[in-house]
């Protein structure tokens, strides 16, 4: 047994010895790897940066049934209370008059927004969010999550529009 040990470490050892031993070892070129400096070229977006929710474009009207909207009377109060139950029933599971939400707030919307927009987002805000530039946006600052077409008649939406004309 002391025999067979000998001859297994005997073995073992000139093995490894083979394995490196006794020739000239070569020099490992190093590679250097040149990086191109990289470029970036600056864009100015037409918004520097501001959100879709505080973008103003008052020339938008959006994309559906409503063209033309008069809002140079005085606020109409009957309208406006009507408008504020449709809100409330309605808009409040996702806006909050005063604070981002899960959708935007409508307090000051109209320095922001074309009465036409307005009720055409809220007419129909599937067509707004595929065709409207600014609805599109919208959907993606508010993490896609889409406004809900709550079926609204062109009077209720008049109204929530007249609810939105108290909220400074």
Known sequence: MKSTLKILTLVITLFA??????EKKE????????RQPTTTKK???????TKPSKTIDLTNKGVGP?????ISAPVDQAMAT?????????????????KKFIGPAPTGILERRTPEWVMN???????????????????MEFNG???ANQNLTEEE????????RTLK
């Open 82 to 98: 009507k408008g504020k139950e449709v809100f409330d029933k309605m808009c409040t599971a996702c806006h909050r008059t005063d």
């Open 145 to 147: 999550s889409p406004m």
């Open 17 to 22: 010895l083979s394995c490196g031993g006794g």
């Open 27 to 34: 020099e490992k070129t190093k590679v250097q790897l040149k």
């Open 121 to 139: 987002m809220i007419l129909d805000p599937e067509v707004m969010t595929q065709k409207d530039p600014l609805a599109k946006a919208l959907l």
């Open 43 to 49: 864009t100015e977006s037409k918004s520097t940066d």
């Open 66 to 70: 409503i063209t033309s909207v008069d």
């Open 157 to 164: 939406a008049r109204a929530v529009l007249e609810y939105f």
